[in-house]
């Protein structure tokens, strides 16, 4: 194709996009498209599944049946989310097997909040409440997204957070209501996730490098700082409503912006864990690389039993 | 560790109800049919979402080609004489 063919193609694609028109797997599109939804879906697809570890880690020592039960079907979501997610993500191309490549040799990145470690009971409570909380915020504008696959799998995504958020919600609601101890317990985990998980929302407009051309392709549809904006506003009341207390001195409700100012965020903690220091980047690689060389064999059993019943019915219908 | 030979890719179905059809709600990745529909089960259906179930593996499916989009949808495009409303009828006649 020469270079004015391919123009001509982009300037069309763009315009699709433009009309909100959805682009499906076999149409043509700009190969920095391709690239940009791999590399977007798959570490979304990570983050699912490496942001299982966190909270797998308290399904046993749940306090009761009830939330043992609904802890557990919230990580099973998780495992489906990535598994929608890398699904969406090999109609671009892309293989399972590299996707799980980049992820375990460290190419891939995931998001860096589920580097942290989950101390107490009360963090599956501060993780469904903010860090399912932040991730709605952020998959909520995804579900009108340009790429047909990713948008399907988005809605099916936001119509299961959800119930992450409520049982977070409630478990936090009802230490805070508890005895000192439980209550102390709520808020030591806020003061642990309120920060890392503001930087969920991602890097402060002015140093994000994406923006422009994701905003065009409907990869996001508002800015970092609009959506950490709009976490913070939402979420202070529900705290307050509990009677915990938001770990920023600086936080204020502006009157004239009808939103609230908030304290600095440590941006180099943040690059620190990118960059792989966080408190629980080798543990969680060790745990997700450690369970998928540990099932290698069922696999191999599980594709050596399919060929032999396929080679038995051959046989029998000779 | 890579395994020897990859789980094959499968496209799942659903029918979500009796009375309507089957839908295409993604893929995933199984070692046969069987496992495919389990598979399935637990990640498209885990919420009451299916009474049925079709997996078929996706190298069996032939999907046209959007380049081709002319030749094969354009010609009905001018066939308006295929829709109701292209007959006049006075406005008199009822239940038609
Ligand atoms: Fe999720
Ligand atoms: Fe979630």
């Known amino acids: 194709m020469s270079e004015d063919q391919i123009k001509s193609l982009e300037k069309e694609f763009e315009a699709r996009i433009a009309r909100d028109e959805k682009i499906e797997p076999k149409d043509w599109m700009p190969e920095k498209y391709r690239e940009t939804h791999i590399r977007q879906m798959s570490q979304h697809a990570h983050s699912e599944i490496v942001g299982m570890l966190p909270e797998g880690n308290w399904i046993t020592r749940a306090p009761s049946l009830r939330r043992k039960v609904a802890l557990l079907a919230k990580v099973q979501d998780e495992a489906g989310h990535g598994l929608y997610l890398y699904s969406a993500t090999e109609t671009l191309g892309a293989s399972r097997e ?8 460290g190419k891939a990145k995931y998001s860096s909040i589920f580097n942290y470690p989950t101390l107490t009971w009360a963090d599956m409570g501060a993780i469904g409440w903010l860090v399912d ?3 709605i915020i952020n998959q909520v504008p995804l579900c009108n997204t340009s790429y047909g696959p990713y948008a399907r799998a988005m809605i099916r995504v936001c119509k299961e957070e959800s119930f992450h958020q409520r049982q977070g919600f409630e478990i936090m609601l009802k230490l805070a209501n508890g005895t000192e101890e439980q209550k102390e317990m709520a808020q ?3 003061n642990r996730w309120w920060w890392p998980s503001l930087m969920m929302l991602g890097p402060t407009d002015d140093k994000s490098v994406h923006t422009a051309q994701s905003m065009k392709w409907k990869l996001k549809r508002k ?12 979420t202070v009341p529900q705290a307050d409503l509990i009677g915990l207390t938001i770990p920023d001195p600086a936080l204020k409700w502006n009157e004239e912006r009808g939103s609230y100012d908030f304290g600095e965020i440590d941006w180099d903690e943040f690059w620190q864990v990118v960059k792989g220091h966080g408190p629980m980047n080798k543990e969680r690689m060790k745990a997700r690389v450690g369970a998928w060389e540990r099932g290698e064999w069922v696999r191999d059993a599980a594709m050596a039993y399919a060929e032999k019943a396929q080679n038995r019915k051959e046989k029998q219908a000779v | 560790m890579m395994s020897v030979k990859n789980w094959p890719l ?18 995933l990745h199984a070692a046969d049919a069987d496992m495919a529909l389990e598979n399935a089960r637990d990640v498209y259906t885990r919420r009451n979402e299916g009474v049925s179930i079709w997996v078929v593996e996706s190298k069996h499916i032939t999907a046209s080609n959007p ?12 066939k308006v004489y295929r829709h109701p409303t292209f007959y006049d009828l006075p406005d008199e006649v009822k239940h038609m």
């Not at chain 1, 590299?98 to 040799?105: G, I, V």
């Open chain 2, 10 to 27: 499968w496209e799942i179905f659903v029918r979500s109800k009796n009375g309507l059809e089957h839908r295409h709600c993604g893929s």
């Open chain 1, 223 to 234: 800015t970092n700082d609009e959506l950490r904006q709009q976490f913070i506003d939402q």
């Open chain 2, 67 to 78: 380049e081709n989009n002319g030749e094969l949808f354009e010609p009905a495009q001018d």
């Open chain 1, 98 to 105: 590299e996707l799980y490549d980049q992820l375990h040799t």
């Open chain 1, 133 to 135: 909380g932040a991730a």
């Open chain 1, 188 to 190: 030591d985990a806020l």
